[in-house]
């Protein structure tokens, strides 16, 4: 296309979200989409959101409608800065508190301010596609962690000085991580910030999913153990609503003035008048009782996802139940390449994220990704079914599933 416009180098890294490009699809009447990392809507609090839309409408509307500190809402900082205390022990106070447009846009500023043409940063195998979309542009050299079923393996990290010398930061997320479900345990925390701290490369914590744990509740933050050495970032998409895009990033004190700044000059601040609803709605412990009744309903997906894994998927596929969070990571029997059969299965009427797009380097293509949260057990059932048709077909040879 003739076009007068140059692009900056940086564009052409830039590529679309592979989950946001399958979500498309789904949208075909009658699909089951077990593609998106989509909160379940029935989860909303809708009507206590309307009635703090009106009480904020009402007691400080001119405030609310009008431009804000870039910092955040001032009571909602504090709200964030005492709950990551109570709840996973960052001893953080609320200057710390960087209220941000979704932890997304925490991402996009952490990589602004820490990343580097050629710039090493070292990320978890698999780890999160979202994270990897907001770093690229800043043409970090990533490296990859190696890990098992509890995240990165302290030895990897110790490696660092030799195998990527100038790491800025490692980017992990211990509680039932995206995509794997994976988290790590008490020991794997201490040997790893032990490790991070040894080789003196400081963490980038993302904590989306911590709050939703199903039978033990979470773990005391990496944070908590190396506070000037970590970034938290914290998010309301999960146990709230994705519709306000709220997060948070709790820093150390060093590094919060750029935070601050590159926040100032990417949108000025996150809209207050999603603060001040948000908070409304939150500030006399409503979480407390609301995120119970979403780990009920996340529970009871996951088992039904697990048996229905267990009955329909041909054997050779490999996986684990999470104890929290959304997802499902499957391991494909050998020779199935989830992104080939993605189009097979769309065309059946089940969606998945393949698992190649969660990797910095050496992609695994017989890896997939499943999300539990939005579909009832009972279509879980039949999506997991068909899914299981599909990759049977597969294996037997055939070039479509049968009915």
Avoid at 164 to 191: C, E, H, I, K, W
Avoid at 323 to 333: D, E, V
Avoid at 350 to 360: C, E, K, M, R
Wanted: aromatic share 8%.
């Amino acid at each position: 296309m003739n076009t007068p416009w140059t692009l900056a180098n940086r564009a052409a890294r830039m590529n679309p979200s592979i989950i946001r490009e399958i979500l498309k699809v789904t949208e075909k009447p009658g699909i089951l989409s077990m593609a998106g990392g989509l909160p379940s809507a029935d989860t909303f609090p809708v009507e206590e959101i309307k009635a703090a839309c009106e009480r904020v409408l009402t007691d400080s509307p001119r405030e609310a409608l009008q431009y804000a500190a870039s910092e955040g809402f001032a009571p909602l900082r504090e709200w964030a800065a005492a709950r990551v205390k109570r709840e996973i022990g960052i001893d953080a106070t609320p200057d710390q508190v960087l209220v941000t447009s979704g932890s997304q846009q925490g991402l996009d500023l952490v990589g602004k301010i820490l990343c580097d043409a050629g710039a090493p940063v070292a990320v978890e195998t698999p780890t999160y596609l979202g994270a990897l979309q907001a770093f690229t542009p800043y043409e970090p050299l990533f490296t990859s962690l190696d890990s098992d079923l509890e995240g990165p393996r302290p030895e990897a990290i110790r490696a660092l000085p030799t195998q990527a010398p100038g790491t800025r930061f490692m980017y992990l997320l211990p509680n039932y991580q995206n995509p794997t479900g994976r988290v790590m345990s008490n020991a794997r925390r201490d040997a790893v910030m032990e490790a991070a701290r040894a080789v003196n490369v400081p963490v980038v914590e993302d904590n989306p999913y911590g709050d939703l744990w199903f039978d033990e509740s979470p773990l005391p933050a990496l944070g908590s153990r190396w506070a000037e050495g970590s970034i938290y970032l914290g998010s309301f998409s999960k146990i709230l609503t994705p519709g306000f895009r709220l997060g948070y990033v709790i820093a150390p004190k060093a590094l919060y003035p750029k935070l601050l700044q590159a926040k100032q000059a990417a949108d000025l601040h996150t809209p207050g008048f999603n603060q001040r609803v948000v908070h409304e709605v939150i500030k006399d412990g409503f979480l407390d009782r609301h995120i119970p009744t979403i780990r009920a309903r996340y529970k009871a997906n996951r088992d039904a996802m697990a048996e229905a894994l267990r009955v329909h998927l041909p054997e050779g596929c490999d996986w684990q139940s999470p104890k929290g969070g959304m997802f499902f990571w499957i391991r494909l029997p050998e020779g199935l390449d989830a992104m080939a059969l993605l189009p097979t299965a769309v065309e059946a009427n089940i969606a998945y994220v393949p698992g190649a797009a969660f990797y910095a380097a050496n992609p695994d293509p017989r890896a997939l990704r499943l999300s539990f949260v939005t579909l009832t057990p009972e279509k879980i059932h039949e999506g997991v079914a068909i899914l299981g048709r599909v990759l049977n077909d597969a294996l037997n040879g055939s070039h479509a599933p049968t009915p």
